[in-house]
């Protein structure tokens, strides 16, 4: 299973990013999938999840500015990202949980967003 992320960039405060992800290999089927993000120096923290069944959560920090989506297909997970902030400057990394024999978690390569003020 490999995850290839997309559509980071740098961007003025204020503007909009939407994020892809796509999975892409051997699985039975996609479950939860996740976008994190680390800040420099910080630890990488959750920020939005999309269960199988299409239940969102999103964190508080983003919440009302950000949204998380997938496909039809169910293998390609979408971070949108409206009136983003200085403080969401970070390399964004997107998760998932894939049933093959087992269900195991995969993570994306990241993709560095960078907003300026």
């Known amino acids: 299973v490999q995850l290839q992320a997309s559509g980071g960039g740098l961007v003025q405060a204020g503007e909009s990013l939407r994020l892809s992800c796509t999975v892409s290999g051997t699985y039975d089927t996609i479950t939860a999938m996740r976008w994190y993000r680390q800040a420099p120096g910080n630890a990488r923290d959750w920020v939005a999840v999309?269960?199988?069944?299409?239940?969102?959560n999103i964190r508080d920090a983003v919440q009302g500015r950000f949204t998380i989506s997938r496909d039809n297909a169910g293998n390609t997970v979408y971070l949108q990202m409206n009136n983003l902030k200085p403080e969401d400057t970070a390399v964004y990394y997107c998760?998932?949980?894939?049933?093959?024999?087992?269900?195991?978690?995969?993570w994306g390569p990241g993709t560095l967003v960078t907003v300026s003020s």
């Open positions: 998760n998932v949980d894939a049933l093959i024999a087992r269900l195991e978690t995969f």
């Open positions: 999309i269960s199988g069944g299409g239940t969102i």
